[in-house]
């Protein structure tokens, strides 16, 4: 199968290169599959499960927020975080989320705070659950 | 007489404190090489980041942004001074210190409020002894600051510049330019100014190939989020600068205290010999002395 590199790098060091068959990134709005020889785009990310696929084997990430560009059969991902799905805690996810909860919404960018944070945790958690 | 028995003394306390400084070279020596092993992995995504503005500027989206414009009346500027939590390492917290204290004199001859965050227990203590008071301190950053750490400080400067609490934010530092280069500067964060720098903008030109690339969900959106972005790696390098500075500057003071403390080694076994030496014939003329007068 035809091949892409992947790159996923986070401001701490480079996570991942390597080449795969297959990814899949979770957009802001829903998740996105990114083949070989994909057309040149570049994609808000969400809170989410990055699946790669390659060489017959598969792995999850969550990754943080951030941005996708694909160019040249290259996909780069610029993401605040990418934690191995293995390392993944429920627990702290629904501390994260009861505190979002409590957190006050009173001015659109405590809101947008909130927001973020609520889709951090149910991010993580909707991993933890498919473990 | 010099007393052969003190100099003896001294020498073995010196040999003690050279063995010490030798140990806390190597020590930094190691933090060095992993502080700027952090830091060039860090490089990677600076220039990621960089390339996809560079490709966002090139299809004709035009970059404008509340963090990249400045304010016309900047009435309350923040500063943030980045030291070490431990001395020992040359001039490296009182040059920056110094230049954090001429900033602050120049802010205030403007009249404008300032307020003084610190990182780093020696710049804390500094400032407490000039009567300086600080808003915020942290104490948590030693040689691998952790993005996580910086992205919440990050967070609450972009907090304070969108709600309008601050107008500016400057950063004092130890920018990292060579291994026998640091230099202390005061950097402008907010506003962000450009978003490309000066040592990318010539690479994210030419490297943004011809492709047309679609955006999802809007170039607008993108850059919404970018500029936030930018400016915490921006901040979260100049963390890894101040802590690759402060290992450097840690190794040259303890090289010459080593070398320092050897020099005094060898001029003091010098006095120790002589000393020493004088003992031993001031010793040899009483012997011979009480010899002939027994035969006398």
Redesign the interface.
């Known amino acids: 199968m035809a091949e892409l590199q992947c790159?996923v790098?986070?401001?701490?060091?480079?996570v991942i290169d390597k080449q795969i068959e297959f990814v899949a990134l979770p957009?802001?709005?829903g998740e996105?599959g990114i083949a070989a020889k994909h057309?040149?785009?570049?994609?808000?990310l969400g809170h989410g499960e990055m699946r790669l696929t390659g060489g017959g084997q598969s792995e999850s990430f969550y990754v943080d927020?951030?941005?996708v560009?694909v160019?040249?059969n290259t996909v780069?991902v610029?993401t605040?975080?990418a934690i191995p799905a293995a390392d993944l805690n429920g627990e702290e996810a629904q501390q994260l989320l009861d505190r979002a909860n409590e957190m006050s919404a009173k001015s659109p960018?405590l809101m947008a705070i909130r927001d973020r944070l609520m889709s951090q945790a149910r991010g993580q958690q909707r991993m933890v659950a498919k473990r | 007489m010099a007393n052969a028995r003190a100099l003896d003394k001294r020498r073995k306390s010196i040999r003690n404190i050279r063995k010490i400084t030798r140990t806390m070279e190597l020590i930094a020596t190691a933090r060095f090489k992993k502080a700027m092993d952090r830091a060039t992995a860090a490089t990677d995504y600076t220039a990621r980041i960089t390339r996809l503005v560079g490709d966002l500027a090139a299809s004709g989206l035009e970059v404008s942004h509340p963090l990249l414009e400045g304010r016309t009346e900047v009435n309350n500027v923040a500063t943030l001074v980045l030291t070490a939590n431990r001395g020992l390492c040359g001039g490296y917290n009182g040059n920056v210190l110094r230049q954090a204290i001429r900033q602050r004199q120049e802010w205030q001859d403007q009249n404008k409020n300032l307020a003084l965050d610190v990182s780093g227990k020696r710049g804390i203590s500094g400032f407490k002894f000039r009567n300086i008071s600080v808003e915020d301190t942290y104490t948590q950053f030693d040689d691998q600051p952790a993005f996580e750490e910086v992205e919440k400080i990050a967070e609450g400067y972009l907090e304070d510049y969108a709600s309008g609490k601050i107008d500016r934010l400057d950063v004092v530092y130890t920018q990292f330019k060579t291994v026998a280069r640091q230099e202390t500067v005061v950097e402008t964060l907010l506003p962000l100014g450009s978003l490309i720098d000066e040592e990318g903008s010539e690479e994210g030109a030419s490297g943004s190939s011809e492709s047309l690339y679609e955006f999802v969900p809007s170039p607008e959106s993108i850059l919404e989020e970018v500029v936030p972005m930018s400016f915490k790696v921006k901040l979260f390098k100049c963390f890894l600068d101040a802590a690759v500075s402060e290992q450097i500057a840690r190794m040259v003071a303890m090289k010459s205290a080593t070398e320092n403390a050897s020099d005094m080694i060898r001029n003091l076994s010098q006095t120790y010999n002589r000393a020493r030496q004088s003992q031993i014939t001031g010793e040899i003329m009483e012997v011979i002395g009480g010899v002939e007068a027994l035969q006398g």
């Open positions: 790159v790098v986070t401001p701490e060091k480079t957009l802001h709005d996105i057309s040149p785009m570049i994609g808000r927020g951030g941005f560009q160019n040249e780069s610029l605040n975080r960018e």
